[in-house]
């Protein structure tokens, strides 16, 4: 049994327990929290910790085949400059690619994260997942504008699910990458695959700026991007609406699914989520935002703190990945979120994005959700800092 206590411990979700108690099985699991008010007493074999002790960190949006453009791809002002580099730079490698994988896991571990929900468009990283620490969930993006490839993409997909759990890295659910990427026949096809599997569905949601004008009558820069790829007039309904409103329809309402980005999501389209999607989740990764379009999501939008969880998005476009660090550039930008509501986005809130949280998330009897250290900060006003870090106390 080991007993664990520190300045504050988070359990996960509600106000943190000053000098708090985590009682430990010998594997990992959660025996006990007990609340001390304060009023720490004498404990024969107590660790003790300055710092504030929390569950594992959930990382809910990875890419992980992407970690060999690490420091590959410029910071742009929008989405097209960003895919325009990326596509060029795509396969440009001098490194290997496997490797690179396995050390942005590596680095995962060691910043404290203990289970993530990655896209996957190839195989690459199912051999490091198999044998990882970290519990991966593997959304198998499909994207194509041209109808008439839909079954194809389907197929596609399938192979690389099957691959994906055979190999052992984890489960796997086929999504749509994003609103201006999909034909409606794909979209329909992933929706039957979804509502049948009830698959959990990860789709990126205005990122961009130009995404919304997509579906009223303008030809933008992405417009014309994507023209290259068989967008035409047809491909989508002109809806005027924005691009979560105009594609709310053809996504499937009863999943779990996972919104990513939304850095220009308006209040419409949070009440419209609110509405629709019983099961849904706002992922953001503000410092792969910054890096692409320089605008973060307007947080105080959305209201509903349980559905907020965080991701690192991939090293194409972030150069850590570490929800400490996504957790911090947050707290810096909007400083009335408290140190609680950023961590029950990082620890809990994922968990439940990624139907885990009967394990993971919260220190919970029974549960085996490793525990972390973030040291370094200041305890009395419960601030991050440059020096903040994380440890882990014990792994999962
Ligand atoms: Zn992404």
Redo the contacts with the bound molecule.
Sequence with gaps: MRKISASYIFTGKEKLLKNGVLLLDDEGYVVEVQDTKGNLREIPMLEYYNGIICPGFINA???LELSYMRGMLQKTENTVGFIKQMLQKRGSLNGNIIEEIARADKEMQLNGIVACGD?CNTEDSFITKAKSRISYYNFIEVLGLKDNEAKIKIEKAKQLAISAISSDAGPASIAPHASYSVSLSLYNEIKLIAECNNSIISF?NQ?SLEEDALFGNKKNELYKYLEIFGLNKNTFPKTNKSSFGSIAQYLPKKNNILF??NVFTKKEDVELAQKLFPKHFWIF?PK?NLHISNCLPDINIFKDENRICL?T??LA?NNTLSILEEMKLLQANFPLLSIETLLQWGTLNGAKALQIAHIFGSFETGKKPGVNLIYNLDLQQLKFNRKTKVRIIASC
Excluded: Q
């Design positions: 949006h990875c890419h896209i990126h990122e990513i980005h990764c792969s991701g998005d991939s476009s």
